[in-house]
C-alpha cells in the first residue's frame, strides 16, 4: 500500500539474489471505501501507479494478488496490514511444497545479495525450526528529527530483547513483519497467520514458538525503511509520528528490575508443579485472567512436570510479559537512566569503549552521533545473544 516510490527497490534486491529458486508473490491492497475518501485520493493513485509498474516488469516471474483495482479492495472490516500478509501467505501455502520456505517482506525494505541464501542455509542448519526471526537495522536518513525518533524507537526495541535474552526467557526475540521467515509445513500447523490491523507479526512468531523452536541468528539481515507511516496502528511508522512529536509513552525504557520479576516467575515454574507458591507475577496474572486459582488447571492437565513447565510459559507468553512491564512502569520514571543503569551493570566494559558520556545522555538533547553509538552498541550486544544461541528452544 503506497509503495510505488519504495517497491522498485525491493524488487532489485531480489533480482541480485544469488540464490535464484524464488518465487515473488505480491499483495497490492487497499479498503474499497478510500475510493471515496478525498484524503485517501492520494494512495488510491500511489497503488495504481503499482500495479501498472507491476503489469509492465518482466526481470523475474511474478504473481500480484490484486485487491486494490476499483471493484478488487477489500470490503468491510478484513483490511490491513494483517490481511495482505495472510491473503499473501495462504496463496504460497496453496502452491507451494511443505519443505518451502516463505519469507515474509515489505515493500520498503532492502537487503544484500546473499540473503535468501543465507535463509536457506539457516533452515539447512536448524531442521527441525518453524520460523526465523532475522536480524535488522534501520538506516540514517540524514534528516536529524527523523533519525532522532529512529534511534529512540530501536533503542527501545533493542533495550527490551536484550533484557529478555539477559534473562533467557523463550519470547526473546524481536517480532519485525519484514525480518521474518516459516517453512510452509510449520505456516500450515499452525493454522497460518491471524489477521490483524496491527501487531500481526508479533502474534505470529509468538504463536510459532508455542509451536518449535526459532532461529534467532542469521548471516545477512535486512534494512527496513526509516519513514513515517500512518498505515498501521503500532510498529516503526506509527512510533516514529509520535516520536517527532515527543510522545514516548508506548514505548518505554523498563526497568532491568523488572525482567528480573519475569525471570523469578518462569524460574518457579517447576515448583509451582507440586504446589501453589507466590511469584512476582501472580497479583498481575490472578487480575489479567481474572482468577487465583493460576495453576490449578495446568497441573490436572499435563501430568508431567516439563510438559507442564511449557504450559505455564504457554499462558505466560509474551504478550502477558509486555502487559505486565507497562502494568509496573511508573509515567515518572526516567527512561534513559534505566538505560544507561542496565549498561553500566551488565556490558560496562562495552560501554567505556564507546567513549559516550553515559551519565549525560538525553533522548532530546544528546547528539545524533551518541544515540547511534548506543543504539549499535545494543545492536552489537543483541547480535552477541543471537549469535552465541542461533535457536531459542528453551522454556
Same mark, same amino acid.
Not at 539457516?122 to 531442521?127: G, I, L, Y
Given at each position: 500500500?503506497?509503495?510505488?516510490?519504495?517497491l522498485?527497490?525491493?524488487? !532489485?534486491?531480489i533480482?541480485?539474489?544469488?540464490?535464484?529458486?524464488?518465487?515473488?508473490?505480491?499483495?497490492v491492497?487497499q /479498503?474499497?471505501h478510500f475510493?471515496?475518501?478525498?484524503?485517501?485520493?492520494?494512495?488510491?493513485?500511489?497503488n495504481?501507479?503499482t500495479?501498472e509498474?507491476?503489469?509492465?516488469y518482466?526481470?523475474?516471474p511474478?504473481?500480484?494478488?490484486d485487491?486494490?483495482?476499483?471493484?478488487?479492495?477489500?470490503?468491510?472490516?478484513?483490511?490491513?496490514?494483517?490481511?495482505?500478509?495472510?491473503?499473501?501467505?495462504? =496463496?504460497?501455502?496453496?502452491?507451494?511444497?511443505?519443505g518451502?520456505?516463505i519469507?515474509?517482506?515489505?515493500?520498503?525494505?532492502?537487503?544484500?545479495?546473499?540473503f535468501?541464501?543465507s535463509?536457506?542455509r @539457516?533452515?539447512?542448519?536448524?531442521?527441525n &525450526?518453524v520460523?526465523l &526471526?532475522?536480524?535488522?537495522?534501520?538506516?540514517?536518513?540524514?534528516?536529524?528529527?527523523?533519525?532522532?525518533?529512529?534511534?529512540? =524507537?530501536?533503542?527501545?526495541?533493542?533495550y527490551y530483547?536484550?533484557?529478555?535474552?539477559?534473562?533467557?526467557?523463550p =519470547?526473546?526475540f524481536?517480532?519485525?513483519?519484514?525480518s521474518?521467515a516459516?517453512?510452509?509445513?510449520? =505456516?500450515?500447523?499452525?493454522g497460518g497467520?491471524? /489477521?490483524?490491523?496491527?501487531?500481526e507479526d508479533?502474534?505470529f512468531?509468538?504463536?510459532?514458538r508455542?509451536?518449535?523452536?526459532i532461529?534467532v541468528?542469521?548471516?545477512e539481515?535486512?534494512?527496513?525503511? @526509516?519513514?513515517?507511516s500512518?498505515?498501521?496502528?503500532?510498529?516503526?511508522?506509527?512510533a516514529?509520528?509520535?516520536?517527532?512529536?515527543n510522545?514516548?509513552?508506548?514505548?518505554?525504557?523498563?526497568s532491568?528490575?523488572?525482567?528480573?520479576?519475569v525471570k523469578?516467575?518462569?524460574g518457579?515454574f517447576?515448583?509451582?508443579?507440586?504446589?501453589?507458591?507466590?511469584?512476582?507475577?501472580?497479583?498481575?496474572l490472578?487480575?489479567?485472567?481474572?482468577?487465583?486459582?493460576?495453576?490449578? /488447571?495446568?497441573?490436572d492437565?499435563f501430568?508431567?512436570?516439563?510438559?507442564f513447565?511449557? !504450559?505455564?510459559?504457554?499462558?505466560?507468553?509474551?504478550?502477558r510479559?509486555?502487559q505486565f512491564?507497562?502494568?509496573?512502569?511508573?509515567?515518572?520514571?526516567?527512561?534513559?537512566?534505566?538505560?544507561?543503569?542496565?549498561?553500566?551493570?551488565?556490558?560496562?566494559?562495552?560501554?567505556? !569503549?564507546?567513549k559516550i558520556? &553515559?551519565?549525560?545522555?538525553?533522548?532530546e538533547?544528546s547528539?545524533?552521533?551518541?544515540?547511534?553509538?548506543?543504539r549499535?552498541?545494543?545492536?552489537?550486544?543483541e547480535?552477541?545473544?543471537?549469535?552465541?544461541n542461533?535457536?531459542?528452544d528453551?522454556y
Open positions: 500500500m503506497n509503495e510505488a516510490e519504495w522498485p527497490s525491493c524488487l !532489485a534486491c533480482e541480485k539474489q544469488t540464490y535464484k529458486k524464488i518465487n515473488v508473490v505480491i499483495c491492497n /479498503p474499497e475510493r471515496e475518501m478525498t484524503e485517501k485520493k492520494d494512495i488510491c493513485e500511489n495504481a501507479r500495479i509498474y507491476l503489469k509492465a518482466s526481470k523475474i511474478l504473481h500480484v494478488i485487491k486494490s483495482s476499483e471493484g478488487r479492495g477489500w470490503k468491510g472490516k478484513k483490511h490491513g496490514v494483517g490481511w495482505a500478509r495472510k491473503v499473501t501467505m495462504d =496463496y504460497v501455502s496453496s502452491v507451494a511444497a511443505p518451502d520456505l519469507i515474509s517482506m515489505d515493500a520498503d525494505t532492502v537487503f544484500n545479495p546473499a535468501c541464501e535463509i536457506v @539457516s533452515f539447512q542448519k536448524h531442521k &525450526a520460523a &526471526a532475522l536480524p535488522y537495522y534501520h538506516r540514517l536518513t540524514g534528516d536529524e528529527k527523523l533519525d532522532r525518533a529512529l534511534l529512540h =524507537y530501536e533503542i527501545y526495541m533493542r530483547a536484550v533484557n529478555l535474552w539477559r534473562i533467557r526467557n =519470547y526473546c524481536t517480532a519485525i513483519g519484514s521474518m516459516v517453512p510452509v509445513h510449520a =505456516y500450515r500447523a499452525v497467520i491471524t /489477521p490483524k490491523l496491527s501487531g508479533f502474534y512468531l509468538q504463536k510459532l508455542k509451536y518449535g523452536n532461529i541468528w542469521n548471516e539481515k535486512t534494512y527496513p525503511a @526509516s519513514r513515517y500512518d498505515r498501521v496502528f503500532f510498529g516503526t511508522g506509527p516514529l509520528i509520535k516520536g517527532v512529536q510522545d514516548w509513552e508506548s514505548y518505554p525504557m523498563y532491568y528490575r523488572l525482567f528480573d520479576e523469578e516467575t518462569f518457579l517447576h515448583k509451582l508443579f507440586h504446589e501453589d507458591v507466590p511469584t512476582p507475577m501472580s497479583s498481575f490472578e487480575e489479567n485472567f481474572k482468577t487465583k486459582n493460576l495453576w490449578g /488447571p495446568l497441573r492437565n501430568i508431567n512436570e516439563d510438559r513447565v511449557k !504450559a505455564c510459559a504457554e499462558k505466560v507468553d509474551g504478550l510479559i509486555l512491564l507497562k502494568s509496573r512502569q511508573s509515567v515518572s520514571d526516567n527512561e534513559m537512566v534505566h538505560l544507561t543503569e542496565y549498561l553500566n551493570l551488565f556490558h560496562h566494559t562495552e560501554l567505556s !569503549a564507546t558520556d &553515559a551519565a549525560n545522555l538525553h533522548f538533547k547528539g545524533i552521533a551518541e544515540l547511534n553509538g548506543i549499535n552498541l545494543l545492536e552489537d550486544i547480535n552477541g545473544f543471537r549469535f552465541n542461533k535457536i531459542v528453551w
